[in-house]
C-alpha cells in the first residue's frame, strides 16, 4: 500500500511536468465546510461584552480562526454573534462589527484556519500541497471561495457570495481556455454549492462545470447538527473547544440548515429528555423548547434551501467516509428543555457514518439524480479525509481529466502501468 502511493506521487510528478507543458489544467475551485473558513473582522463598537474586547480596530484583523482570540472567547463569540430581522428576512451582523472572508479567490482563506498554525489547523492544506505538486498553481488554476459560514444559503445570496462565485468560477474557466471548472467542496459547503449550482441554467453549467466532487456531504443533515443547537459541537475540528461555537452555532442559521431533513429519518426518535421526544419533524418545536427564537424563526426558511434534495443535471463525485462511530442520538438527563439544556447529553446512540455525519445522509447522494458516483473510503473520519491520499488522488484524476483538449492521461492507468 505504502509502496504505491510512493509510487504515485514520483508518477504525480513527472505528469505535472508533461502536463503544463502541453497546455493548462482544468480550474478547480475550493470551497470549505463549516468553520472551515478563514474570517477577518473589522470593528467599530461602542458596547462590549466584558472591558477587555476590543472597541476599534483600524485594520482588518483575523478573526477566525485565530487561536490567540480563542482565549478570550466572550469576545469573539460576540462578535461573531449573527442577527436576523423576520421583517425583512435579512441578516446583519453584530452592530459595529464588519466580517469578510479572508483572501477571496486566493488560498488564504481555505488552507488553514490559523494561518499563522498552519500543522494544527489545516483545512484544504493537503489537497492544495498535493494539487500544487500536480502543476497546480494559486489563482492560475486553482482557487479558494471561503464565505461567512454562520450563513445559511439565503443570507450568503444576500451578502453577495453566490454573485462573487458565480465570478470567480467564470474568471476561472475564461483564463484557462474555456476548460469547465470542478467545484471541490467539503461539509456544509457541498449544501452551498448544491444551493449554487442549482440556481444555474443548463447552459451556464454545460459551460462552466465539469462537475462537483462532494466529500463528506451532510447531503440529509447530521444529527450532530442537533447537538450543536442543544449544547455545542465542533464538528470535528480538534482545536476548537468543544463548548466553544455554541453561542454562535445558536444563532447561526447554518445551523439549523444541518438539521437532519424528515424525509430521511422519518420517526426515528433523535433526542429524548424524560417528558418529551424529537424526532426530525420537532425540530421547530425543539428550537422553541430551547428558546432559541433566532433559529425557531429561520428553521421554517432554512431547512427548505436543499431539502427536499432536487434532482441536479450536472455530475457529482461524492466522495466521504465510513465505519466510524457516529451520533444517531441523544439522552438528555432532564425531565424537559425549559429555556436551556444541560452541557452534554447523559448517553450517545452510535450508528455508522463518517464520525460526525450520519451513513444515511452521506448516501443520500444518490437522490440528486442519475449523473452520481458515490465512493466510500474505509476509516476516513469527516474531516480526516481531507489529508486522505486516496482523495487527493481521486481528485488529481477527476480534475485533470477534464480537460478539453490535449492529452489526458488516467493517473490510475499510469500508476499500473510503473
Ligand atoms: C464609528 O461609528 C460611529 C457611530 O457609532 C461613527 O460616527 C463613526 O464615523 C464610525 N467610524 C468609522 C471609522 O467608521
Ligand atoms: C427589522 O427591519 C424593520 C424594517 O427595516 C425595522 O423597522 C425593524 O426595527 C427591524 N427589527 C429589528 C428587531 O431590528
Ligand atoms: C458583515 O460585514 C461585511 C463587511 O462589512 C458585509 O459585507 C456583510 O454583508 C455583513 N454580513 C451581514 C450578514 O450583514
Ligand atoms: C467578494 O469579492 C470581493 C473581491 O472581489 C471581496 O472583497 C469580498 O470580500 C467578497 N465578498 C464575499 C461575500 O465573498
Ligand atoms: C422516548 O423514546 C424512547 C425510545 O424510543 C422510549 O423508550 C420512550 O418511552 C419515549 N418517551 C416518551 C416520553 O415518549
Ligand atoms: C417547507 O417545506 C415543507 C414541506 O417539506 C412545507 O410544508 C412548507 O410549507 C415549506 N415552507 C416554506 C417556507 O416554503
Ligand atoms: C451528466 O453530466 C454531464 C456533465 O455535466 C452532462 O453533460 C450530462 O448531460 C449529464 N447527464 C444526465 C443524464 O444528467
Ligand atoms: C483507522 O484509523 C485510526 C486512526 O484514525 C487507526 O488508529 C486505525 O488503526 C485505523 N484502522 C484501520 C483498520 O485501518
Request: glycine share 10%; charged share 20%.
Amino acid at each position: 500500500m505504502v509502496h504505491i502511493i510512493g509510487k504515485a506521487s514520483f508518477i504525480l510528478l513527472s505528469f505535472s511536468i508533461f502536463c503544463t507543458a502541453e497546455g493548462r489544467f482544468a480550474p478547480v475551485v475550493l470551497v470549505p465546510g463549516l468553520a472551515g473558513s478563514v474570517l477577518e473582522a473589522r470593528l467599530n463598537r461602542t458596547d462590549t461584552p466584558a472591558w477587555y474586547c476590543s472597541k476599534k480596530s483600524d485594520n482588518w484583523r483575523l478573526l477566525w480562526l485565530s487561536l490567540q482570540e480563542a482565549a478570550r472567547p466572550v469576545c469573539l463569540l460576540d462578535e461573531l454573534a449573527v442577527f436576523y430581522n423576520a421583517t425583512t428576512g435579512r441578516y446583519r451582523n453584530q452592530t459595529g462589527v464588519e466580517i469578510r472572508p479572508v483572501d477571496w479567490g486566493g488560498l488564504g482563506g481555505v488552507e488553514a484556519l490559523d494561518p499563522s498554525l498552519p500543522q494544527i489547523t489545516p483545512v484544504y492544506e493537503s489537497l492544495t500541497g498535493g494539487l500544487k505538486k500536480a502543476g497546480y498553481k494559486e489563482r492560475v488554476d486553482l482557487f479558494g471561495a471561503p464565505y461567512d459560514f454562520r450563513l445559511a444559503a439565503d443570507g450568503l445570496e444576500q451578502v453577495g457570495f453566490f454573485q462573487n462565485l458565480t465570478q470567480l468560477v467564470e474568471h476561472a474557466v475564461k483564463s484557462n481556455d474555456g476548460q469547465p471548472a470542478t467545484i471541490v467542496a467539503h461539509s456544509l459547503g457541498c449544501l452551498v454549492s448544491l444551493s449554487f449550482l442549482a440556481g444555474k441554467s443548463a447552459d451556464w453549467l454545460k459551460q462552466h462545470v465539469s462537475s462537483l466532487v462532494a466529500i463528506s456531504a451532510p447531503w440529509a443533515g447530521s444529527v450532530t447538527a442537533l447537538k450543536g443547537s442543544i449544547s455545542g459541537d465542533n464538528f470535528d475540528i480538534s482545536v476548537i473547544p468543544h463548548g466553544l461555537l455554541r453561542p454562535v452555532q445558536s444563532t447561526a442559521p447554518s445551523g439549523p440548515w444541518l438539521f437532519p431533513s424528515p424525509d430521511q429519518w422519518g420517526d426515528k426518535v433523535l433526542v429524548q429528555t424524560g417528558k418529551r421526544n424529537y424526532t426530525a419533524k420537532d425540530a421547530l418545536q425543539l428550537l422553541k423548547d430551547l428558546e432559541l427564537t433566532q433559529q425557531a424563526a429561520v428553521y421554517p426558511i432554512v431547512h427548505n434551501l436543499t431539502y427536499p434534495l432536487p434532482k441536479v443535471d450536472f455530475k457529482i463525485f461524492c466522495m466521504y467516509g465510513m465505519g466510524k462511530d457516529t451520533d444517531e442520538g441523544y439522552v438528555y438527563d432532564v425531565d424537559a428543555f425549559d429555556g436551556s439544556a444541560p452541557d452534554a447529553p447523559k448517553k450517545i446512540l452510535k450508528g455508522d457514518g463518517d464520525g460526525t455525519v450520519n451513513a444515511r445522509s452521506l448516501e443520500a447522494c444518490k437522490r440528486l439524480g442519475d449523473n452520481v458516483t458515490l465512493k466510500t473510503f474505509g476509516n476516513a473520519s469527516h474531516t480526516g479525509i481531507l489529508a486522505d491520499k486516496r482523495l487527493l488522488k481521486e481528485i488529481t484524476t477527476i480534475a485533470t481529466g477534464s480537460r478539453k483538449s490535449g492529452p489526458w492521461i488516467d493517473i490510475g492507468t499510469l500508476i499500473q502501468q510503473a
